[in-house]
């Protein structure tokens, strides 16, 4: 893979590989990648395979094989969060052997009635870590960051989230701890991604701040949606990307993100559109919505 000019610029595309690739998926990668190559970054390349009973068998092969046919170049060696587990239980014993963590039994029936946010309910239990879920005690404190796209976005904490899981009871640990350590072990300075994550970055910030990690830029590009406004993935049958389809859903996913485009590129190899792509890249036409309609986008 390539090797980069630019260490000062460290960017990631990280995929779950609970399925292909989609049009969606290709819109992130690419507005990632140009991102950092247009200012001579680095772009990593993280699987994000956290929960195995999600993962769909063959998955992580087809997302690789399916970013090298689109022309996608990374720097270094892929890196797995399965293979990482050790970190993450070292932070969660951390945690809850300073008191900033604590064992949760609450069920899922129990909880329903709270609309997803966590009443407190075990938080002075003083449950053991076996067969509980460990969450983290957050603040009664707004966290709110600039985004590079949707601007100024905050969230209370204690209100709007209250204490949240870091380690599942069955032992998988959460996305939250998971992306916030491995961003900062990887050193990554600029973090690209969908508009569905937009409203996880508080408490990312939060776990950056309790365990003295340095904050990244963000910048959350539009969510594609189906016309019933599901977003687009596995769950609703969004089509693969194919390869004979490349250049075409490249100019799509180009002028998605609010970039020019030129007819001379219809003939174009992957790779051409995406050299074209990091010559013209401005992150400042990127539409400042949370979601696009796929339909307008053909």
């Given at each position: 893979?390539?090797?980069?000019?630019?260490?000062?610029?460290?960017?990631?595309?990280?995929?779950?590989?609970?399925?292909?690739?989609?049009?969606?998926?290709?819109?992130?990668?690419?507005?990632?990648?140009?991102?950092?190559?247009?200012?001579?970054?680095?772009?990593?390349?993280?699987?994000?395979?956290?929960?195995?009973?999600?993962?769909?068998?063959?998955?992580?092969?087809?997302?690789?094989?399916?970013?090298?046919?689109?022309?996608?170049?990374?720097?270094?060696?892929?890196?797995?969060?399965?293979?990482?587990?050790?970190?993450?239980?070292?932070?969660?014993?951390?945690?809850?052997?300073?008191?900033?963590?604590?064992?949760?039994?609450?069920?899922?029936?129990?909880?329903?009635?709270?609309?997803?946010i966590y009443p407190g309910l075990c938080r002075n239990a003083g449950h053991s870590m076996e067969?509980?879920?460990?969450?983290?005690?957050?603040?009664e404190l707004m966290y709110s960051f600039e985004d590079r796209v949707q601007g100024l976005f905050?969230?209370?904490?204690?209100?709007?989230?209250?204490?949240?899981?870091?380690?599942?009871?069955?032992?998988?640990?959460?996305?939250?701890?998971?992306?916030?350590?491995?961003?900062?072990?990887?050193?990554?300075?600029?973090?690209?991604r969908g508009a569905d994550l937009l409203d996880s970055t508080p408490r990312q910030l939060y776990?950056?701040?309790?365990?003295?990690?340095?904050?990244?830029?963000?910048?959350?590009?539009?969510?594609?949606?189906?016309?019933?406004?599901?977003?687009?993935?596995?769950?609703?049958?969004?089509?693969?990307?194919?390869?004979?389809?490349?250049?075409?859903?490249?100019?799509?996913?180009?002028?998605?993100?609010?970039?020019?485009?030129?007819?001379?590129?219809?003939?174009?190899?992957?790779?051409?559109?995406?050299?074209?792509?990091?010559?013209?890249?401005?992150?400042?036409?990127?539409?400042?919505?949370?979601?696009?309609?796929?339909?307008?986008?053909?």
């Amino acid at each position: 893979m390539t090797v980069s000019s630019n260490p000062s610029y460290i960017g990631r595309f990280a995929p779950t590989p609970s399925g292909h690739l989609h049009f969606g998926s290709l819109v992130a990668a690419l507005a990632s990648y140009l991102d950092a190559r247009s200012v001579g970054g680095r772009w990593l390349l993280r699987m994000e395979d956290l929960d195995p009973p999600r993962e769909m068998p063959g998955a992580q092969g087809a997302i690789l094989d399916a970013l090298q046919r689109y022309g996608f170049e990374w720097d270094g060696e892929l890196v797995r969060q399965s293979e990482r587990h050790d970190a993450y239980a070292q932070v969660v014993d951390r945690l809850f052997s300073l008191g900033l963590a604590y064992a949760c039994t609450c069920s899922r029936k129990q909880l329903e009635g709270y609309h997803g946010i966590y009443p407190g309910l075990c938080r002075n239990a003083g449950h053991s870590m076996e067969n509980a879920a460990i969450r983290v005690r957050v603040p009664e404190l707004m966290y709110s960051f600039e985004d590079r796209v949707q601007g100024l976005f905050g969230q209370h904490l204690g209100r709007d989230v209250g204490d949240f899981v870091i380690r599942r009871r069955d032992g998988l640990y959460a996305y939250q701890l998971a992306v916030v350590l491995d961003d900062a072990w990887q050193g990554v300075t600029d973090i690209v991604r969908g508009a569905d994550l937009l409203d996880s970055t508080p408490r990312q910030l939060y776990l950056q701040e309790l365990l003295g990690l340095p904050q990244p830029r963000y910048l959350h590009v539009p969510l594609i949606v189906q016309p019933d406004g599901h977003k687009l993935g596995k769950s609703y049958r969004s089509p693969p990307l194919t390869a004979d389809q490349a250049t075409p859903l490249l100019l799509r996913a180009l002028r998605t993100l609010g970039q020019a485009t030129d007819d001379s590129l219809t003939l174009a190899t992957p790779r051409e559109v995406l050299d074209w792509g990091i010559a013209r890249w401005n992150a400042g036409l990127i539409p400042r919505t949370l979601t696009l309609a796929e339909a307008q986008l053909r």
